[in-house]
């Protein structure tokens, strides 16, 4: 038995320790706001209070005749390595800058800009399947809902990155919601307002810098005015914006466009960063390179469903409509991925000899945004399409990311 109040055996508590944290996440059916803060504090020792709390909680539990002292804990933990050995993807090993990751996904701004010296100290996002599939590849489960959190006790960073929720100005959530009758874009009260709490994050932490993406429609969304209110916020907070419209098949097969915004802080660099976009190269990308020899047969189209498809596009093509399936060219690039994806693959099929198209395959839609193969897929199929749709193409994100940290590096921020 371990008494904390007399004879201290630091190894033996620390094993404990580290147990319990892996414990709880692993047995956590519903990843909350405990399992965040403790491998938040595990990840970069922040929210510590909080942490010792949790800790001594669940300490107190699995050995209830033990008195634990959290500052003992707390001195025991600065002894040790509390952090999950079961990671894939950390952090480089001398880390020249911190960021943090908003409305996170499964990780692609994350694993982007570790992959360039970053080292992530806060994450948000508020999805339950997305945040198993970036526990399971990240070793931190993120905080939730960023509506709720408190800006005051987001650490101190040198960069805000995030894809805003994108469907208020996409054209099929607009489309979507024209025709149920509810607004989009900022009257969008669920998630068109999010973009004023990355506001208000900036606002008080004042990263050096920040880079947002969405999707390529924001920016002719209510004939600009969406657009022209986000610029002129960003402006009015101090920062001097750079925007631009890319394209992720220059990085992988795949027709992506999205609307980039980087921001540098004019108090740091007087609006004199001399910020550019990477130099994109046309590079012929075919979407035979990303494809798995052996796939199963349930991800080829079912007679019904193929037939269905034909119908459709057919009925929609007598009326001068463009709505069908894509039929994808092998040596080719595919269209845009979307979350809509697990529906019934349409916008992407790949000829198959003899036999009914198929869709992507899960691992096939992650190469598709330039995931590497040992990124973790814990969840269904269904809910990996969405993922994978809502995810970024990360090898562009970590082009534009590395000329951030060019400019920070020339100005001697880092």
Request: proline share 4%.
């Amino acid at each position: 038995m371990i008494r904390m109040n007399s004879v201290l055996e630091p190894e033996l508590v620390l094993e404990k320790i580290n147990f319990s944290i892996k414990k709880i996440v692993e047995e956590s059916k519903i990843l909350t706001h405990k399992e965040a803060v403790l491998t938040h504090f595990a990840h970069s020792g922040e929210f510590e209070r909080e942490a010792l709390i949790y800790i001594t909680e669940i300490l107190e539990k699995e050995y209830p005749d033990v008195v634990f002292n959290q500052e003992k804990i707390s001195e025991l933990i600065n002894f040790g390595n509390i952090r999950n050995e079961d990671v894939i993807f950390t952090e480089q090993a001398d880390p020249t800058f911190s960021f943090i990751d908003l409305f996170a996904g499964i990780g692609g701004f994350r694993l982007a800009f570790q992959n360039i010296g970053g080292r992530c100290v806060f994450s948000s996002e508020w999805n339950a399947y997305a945040k198993k599939t970036y526990s399971s590849n990240f070793g931190e489960v993120p905080f939730g809902d960023i509506t709720q959190i408190d800006e005051n006790t987001i650490p101190d960073h040198d960069v805000l990155v995030g894809g805003f929720p994108c469907q208020p100005f996409s054209l099929a959530g607009v489309s979507k919601k024209n025709a149920l009758g509810r607004n989009h874009g900022f009257k969008d009260e669920t998630q068109g307002t999010l973009f004023f709490d990355i506001v208000r994050i900036l606002e008080t932490k004042r990263p050096r810098a920040f880079l947002l993406e969405n999707v390529k429609n924001l920016v002719s969304h209510d004939k600009g005015n969406t657009f022209r209110i986000i610029q002129g916020t960003l402006d009015e907070l101090g920062y001097n914006i750079h925007c631009k419209v890319l394209d992720g098949k220059h990085f992988v097969p795949q027709h992506r466009e999205r609307i980039v915004i980087v921001g540098f802080d004019r108090n740091v660099f007087n609006g004199e960063e001399n910020f550019k976009f990477p130099d994109i190269q046309n590079n012929n990308h075919a979407i035979r390179t990303i494809l798995e020899p052996d796939v199963l047969d349930k991800y080829t189209l079912s007679d019904k469903l193929w037939n269905y498809l034909q119908e459709y596009a057919a009925k929609h093509k007598a009326k001068g409509n463009g709505f069908g399936y894509g039929l994808t060219n092998l040596d080719g690039i595919s269209r845009t991925l979307s979350a809509r994806y697990y529906k019934d693959g349409a916008e992407i099929l790949l000829p198959q000899h003899g036999r009914n198209p198929r869709r992507l395959t899960p691992r096939e839609c992650a190469r598709l945004q330039g995931y590497p193969d040992n990124f973790r897929i814990p969840v269904s199929d269904a809910q990996a399409y969405k993922q994978f749709g809502n995810s970024i193409v990360v090898p562009l994100m970590q082009a534009v990311g590395q000329e951030i940290v060019e400019v920070l590096n020339r100005n001697n921020i880092l």
